[in-house]
């Protein structure tokens, strides 16, 4: 008897009879996502938005010098909650702000310029 072999094969021998049932061993599904065929594009709509948000929130936190976020922001992929968090909650950014370079705060190691 041949419960598991690398084809995914079981062979079951009853009484000189031998009867072979396949499995489909598929290690990913297009389906696993559960909206049938549009899985698969619904995954790359997410890992579209999560992009995006993740580079917005990689650029603001780079440009004020916040280290720590920078690596909480690039090791975590939440599909761009995190970054949305970042970007409305912490720095209070405006929507039409989003895509400036300006800061209204110093940058860290910045010193202040004598006016």
Not at 36 to 59: H, I, R, S, V
């Amino acid at each position: 008897m041949d419960i598991s072999s690398p084809q995914g094969v079981c062979r079951i021998h009853c009484n000189r009879v031998t009867r072979v049932y396949t499995a489909r061993v598929m290690p990913f599904s297009y389906n696993m996502i559960g909206f049938g065929g549009l899985g698969a594009l619904t995954f790359a709509l997410l890992l579209l938005w999560g992009l995006f948000w993740k580079g917005l929130g990689l650029w603001h936190s780079a440009r004020r010098g916040q280290s720590w976020w920078f690596v909480a922001i690039l090791l975590l992929n939440l599909f761009g909650l995190l970054e949305i968090i970042y970007l409305f909650a912490i720095l209070k950014l405006s929507p039409k702000n989003l895509f400036t370079a300006g800061t209204s705060e110093k940058r860290v190691g910045e010193k202040e310029s004598a006016e």
